[in-house]
């Protein structure tokens, strides 16, 4: 009986060890098996990985590729388009001596261009860090050596000078301290006058300020226009006016006495003549036109030489139809040729003589124009409204001044005199062939 009962256990322990290898053995098998799953889903994994890792590297290139070329442009006139800066563009502004273009944006950093590079391939820039901040206007000085920003979120004027080293490079040095903060309202402007006496700053209130180069204040001005659209300094350095909600354009006298002290800010004359208010206007380089755009649908042209503490009045020289908005911008050539009116997006070129529309630049920027301006020797149109700067040849200026001179042939007695206006329309008409035979940017 015990023999029986052990036999029968050794046979039931015999049942379970084989049991549990067998179980062992299928768990074994299952779970190589579920290895061997594993490895293949890891494989696959690393397989799908590895594009998928580059995929979205390559959709990130790619999608910072279409954003660096979201928005296309080209046209027989379009000489360059500038485009070293990462944010919007802001404002634009010619050196003096004609031969650096400054813009700033909002990517904390103000670009100085070589205007002489504009016709090249490559267009190098040097670049100047707004620290802690960013610029949404800049202005050369006079004498081309420094320029000022007004800071976006500091809302005072900051001084940055320019300086050579050794090595031929340009530094950019910010000043000790900003100017204080004056202002209540925003900013719409600010200018250096060309004579080195003042700096004018202007707000969307009623507002103007005029600086000395400390950053005193040495006059404030109520433009009494509800609220201001635009404000500048005259080329000449003379002059400030402003535009607004009102029909008319103001213009005052900022006056100085013989040691340079300054005496008073004196009103000098207003152009009336628009039926709304004014967005833009813009002046010669002599200061002896200006050219105004208006609400009513319409941008004019102004003779602003006059005597006016003998009480005269600028008088209306024409009065032309135009598409314009809320911040149209308009921009008169150096000699008066030229005028440029920006609505939206898009930029239309005038004759300003004849009042004929000569030019129509339909899409030049993914956002409305910011700033438009002329080179100081009139060859270029500039203008912003998205991350690039548009450089344009005037051909418009080209064509009015090979017509003046035909008309001054026409009219000429002497033969040095006709020798010499022939050879000029010669080398006028061949720089627009030239212009209008360049390859499209």
């Known amino acids: 009986m015990e023999v029986a009962a052990l036999v029968a256990l050794t046979l039931l322990l015999g049942g379970l060890v084989i049991l549990v290898a067998l179980a062992v053995g299928k768990r074994k098998e299952e779970i190589l098996e579920e290895a061997e ?24 290139q790619r999608s910072r590729k279409e954003k660096a070329s979201q928005h296309s442009f080209s046209h027989p006139l379009l000489a360059a388009s500038l485009k070293s800066h990462s944010g919007n563009v802001t404002c634009l502004d010619f050196s003096s001596n004609g031969k650096y273009l400054a813009s700033c944006a909002d990517d904390r950093t103000v670009r100085i261009w070589s205007t002489k590079d504009f016709l090249e ?18 202005r050369f000085s006079p004498d081309s050596r420094a320029f000022i920003t007004w800071l976006a979120n500091g809302d005072a004027i900051r001084i940055f000078k320019m300086t050579k080293k050794e090595d031929g490079s340009i530094s950019f040095k910010a000043a000790p301290e900003d100017f204080p903060q004056r202002h209540k309202a925003s900013i719409l402007n600010i200018g250096i006058a060309e004579t080195g006496k003042f700096i004018m700053s202007a707000s969307t209130d009623t507002s103007i300020l005029i600086w000395d180069l400390k950053g005193e204040v040495l006059a404030s001005i109520n433009t ?51 039926s709304a208010g004014v967005h833009a206007f813009a002046f010669s380089n002599d200061s002896h ?24 009045d600028p008088y209306l020289l ?29 930029v239309a070129m005038y004759n300003a003589a004849s009042g004929q529309l000569e030019e129509e630049l339909n899409g030049v920027h993914s956002e409305e124009i910011t700033d438009l301006r002329f ?39 002497n033969e040095a005199m006709k020798q010499r206006l022939q050879q000029q329309i010669s ?9 209008l035979a360049a390859p499209v940017e």
């Open 37 to 60: 799953h594993l490895t293949e889903f890891a494989a696959e994994v690393s397989v799908a990985k590895g594009p998928a890792s580059k995929k979205p590297k390559q959709e990130k």
């Open 121 to 138: 391939r490559e267009h190098k820039c040097l670049r100047a860090n707004v620290e802690l901040d960013h610029a949404t206007l800049v």
């Open 224 to 274: 009494n226009q509800m609220t201001n659209s635009y404000a500048a300094i005259s080329p000449c350095g003379r002059f400030v006016a402003s535009c607004g909600f009102t029909p008319d354009v103001k213009v005052w006298e900022v006056c100085f006495g013989k040691g340079g002290e300054f005496r008073e800010v004196a009103r000098a004359f207003d152009l009336k003549g628009h």
């Open 289 to 312: 036109r200006m050219v105004t755009v208006s609400k009513d649908g319409t941008w004019k042209l102004w003779n602003t030489n006059v005597e006016y503490k003998k009480q005269q």
């Open 318 to 346: 024409k009065t032309v139809p135009c598409a314009s908005s809320e911040g149209s911008r308009v921009a008169l050539s150096p000699d008066g040729r030229v005028v440029a009116v920006s609505d939206g997006c898009n």
């Open 375 to 413: 080179d100081i020797n009139g060859r270029f149109l500039v203008c912003s409204g998205d991350k690039a700067i548009r450089v344009f040849h005037n051909a418009p200026g080209y064509r009015a001044a090979i017509r003046d001179m035909q008309d001054m042939l026409k009219k000429a007695q």
């Open 427 to 435: 080398d006028a008409q061949s720089a627009l062939d030239a212009v």
